[in-house]
């Protein structure tokens, strides 16, 4: 079983849309969540945390559901410049600090 | 705002030869690390490294890459005898904390073996 999951996708919006993308991650010991997204052919870039009560930050709303080990990235509003690739990044707790990515789900937004 | 330097942007290298990735990270962070990212897949851990040694690295990380923090501030990765399989991007990170905060990175150098 893949350690960190996500849908690839592309998922393909209308501007203006909500989408919304789920990460599973396989280690119940994680600890630590994050967002990530990238453009093409560039570096990562974090978006946002993940706690446990869940975070707003403008159009972008992020989950955390540690029973089902899975967090979530909702994006409301939906503009062009959003497509990317939404990275989800875990860390383990303790003295051992791996992050571990997933593969990426992929975001167009068309006019 | 304060940002991670990498060098060079591109690097094209026969097979067999070393490479040096260079990097400086901001300033007043503590942890540096780096990843790679072969074409069209993830982002994999490497290596990270805090004062002054390498503290986590991947199953990747062998024998042929080393990490070095030769002056204070240049991070840097050496990869020795290149296949053709490291062609990838390699990006270096920097953080001041090594648990729950995020990293920042690096716009990666692209790394072409031919």
């Known amino acids: 079983r893949k350690e960190v999951e996500q849908d690839p996708g592309p998922f393909n919006v209308p501007e203006g849309a909500t989408v919304a993308f789920n990460c599973t991650y396989s280690n119940s010991a994680s600890q630590s969540f994050f967002w990530y997204r990238q453009d093409c052919r560039k570096e990562p870039k974090l978006l946002m945390s993940v706690y446990s009560s869940g975070n707003e930050d403008g159009r972008f709303t992020a989950q955390l559901n540690r029973a089902s080990q899975y967090i979530s990235l909702l994006i409301r509003d939906s503009k062009l410049s959003d497509s990317a690739t939404y990275l989800c990044?875990?860390?383990?707790?303790?003295?051992?600090?791996?992050?571990?990515f997933g593969r990426g789900t992929s975001l167009i937004v068309h006019p | 705002e304060p940002e991670v330097t990498q060098t060079p942007s591109h690097q094209v290298t026969q097979m067999g030869q070393e490479v040096i990735l260079r990097c400086v990270p901001i300033?007043?962070?503590?942890?540096f690390y780096w990843y790679r990212q072969i074409l069209g897949q993830k982002v994999e851990f490497l290596v990270s490294?805090?004062?002054?040694?390498?503290?986590?690295k991947s199953e990747i990380f062998d024998d042929q890459f080393s990490v070095e923090r030769p002056d204070g501030s240049n991070f840097t990765l050496k990869i020795r005898s290149t296949k053709l399989e490291d062609s990838a991007m390699y990006f270096c990170?920097?953080?001041?904390?090594?648990?729950?905060?995020?990293?920042?990175f690096g716009d990666g150098t692209r790394l072409s073996i031919l």
């Open positions: 990170a920097s953080g001041w904390e090594n648990s729950n905060q995020p990293q920042h």
């Open positions: 990044v875990v860390l383990l707790s303790g003295g051992s600090y791996i992050p571990t």
């Open positions: 300033s007043n962070h503590l942890y």
């Open positions: 490294f805090y004062n002054n040694e390498i503290s986590e």
